[in-house]
């Protein structure tokens, strides 16, 4: 089978499960890194990536479920699954960005301060 003749389902799948693994490995490399060198921004950018990975997850879900044949429920099929995943990403780089602008307007404050 051709790639062009896959379902393109399947493509969406195989290429929700690459990010999965590459972010979690991301994770998991930046962690140890971080940990090892005790350096405290390798572990915020572990975090951060978490965050992607958490998406990537919840891609991976949505795309799953919106591959499903139309039933009795879901007489147009389960693609509304997809855009329902697209919002939740997206909250979640608004909560990241939220927390980020917290953090840089209370170093302009006090540039002493600790991160949170």
């Known amino acids: 089978m051709t790639p062009s003749s896959q379902n393109p389902n399947t493509e969406k799948e195989n290429t929700a499960i690459l990010s999965v693994g590459s972010n979690s490995a ?7 890194v971080g940990f090892a060198l005790g350096s405290v921004s390798m572990i915020s950018e572990a975090i951060h990536s978490g965050m992607d990975l958490l ?5 991976f879900l949505s795309v799953r479920k919106s591959g499903q044949a139309p039933d009795d429920e879901h007489t ?10 697209g919002m939740i990403e997206a909250l979640l780089i608004f909560i990241a960005a939220i927390l980020i602008i917290e953090e840089a307007i209370a170093k302009i404050i006090d540039p002493a301060s600790e991160p949170m």
């Open 76 to 85: 147009f099929g389960h693609g509304k699954f997809e855009s329902i995943s």
């Open 26 to 32: 991301l994770v998991l490399m930046k962690l140890i």
């Open 55 to 59: 998406a990537s997850i919840i891609a």
